[in-house]
């Protein structure tokens, strides 16, 4: 049996701690739960994200997206490319510049946003808390983003 003295010596390591372990397995079980409801619209969490972000802002550049997405290129490349594949978008390139390109929404994929008026609805029944509760909790997201983009 530890003493205290070597138990408060190690305590800022202690699992249960930690503000980063259940930050993690909530945001794994999260997507998790994501899956059946997304299933449906043939997404996965990280497509209906970027396709969320394309609804409320309409068509941008692969460089806007993964500022908002905070995704490289090499993450969003392939999943555009699958939304493309699916019709929900269009990738064009700048003539200008090759190297930069256009993101749309295709007529399939604006579609797709009424049938995605389900999952938030199938969610809250999986995230039992109250309206005030998830409310106070994404606000705190929100600031501890804030916080952390400021230290980059």
């Not at 249960?16 to 079980?29: D, S, T």
């Not at 997405?69 to 594949?85: I, M, N, Q």
């Not at 049938?115 to 969610?123: D, G, K, N, S, T």
Request: glycine share 6%.
């Amino acid at each position: 049996m530890a003493n205290d003295t070597i138990t408060d010596k190690y305590s800022s390591i202690r699992l249960g701690n930690q503000i980063c372990f259940p930050l993690y397995a909530c945001a794994k079980e999260v997507v998790r739960l994501y899956r059946k409801p997304l299933e449906k619209l043939g997404l996965t969490y990280t497509q209906y994200i970027v396709m969320m972000i394309f609804w409320e802002h309409g068509g941008m550049t692969e460089k806007e997206l993964g500022e908002i997405v905070h995704l490289d290129s090499g993450t969003l490349a392939p999943l555009l490319k699958r939304l493309e594949k699916q019709s929900f978008i269009t990738r064009t390139r700048f003539e200008s510049n090759k190297n930069k390109l256009y993101i749309a929404l295709t007529e399939k994929g604006e579609k797709l946003k009424e049938e995605a008026l389900h999952v938030p609805e199938e969610m809250s029944r999986c995230i039992r808390l109250s309206g005030e509760e998830l409310t106070s909790l994404k606000n705190l997201l929100d600031k501890m983003m804030v916080m952390m983009e400021e230290t980059k």
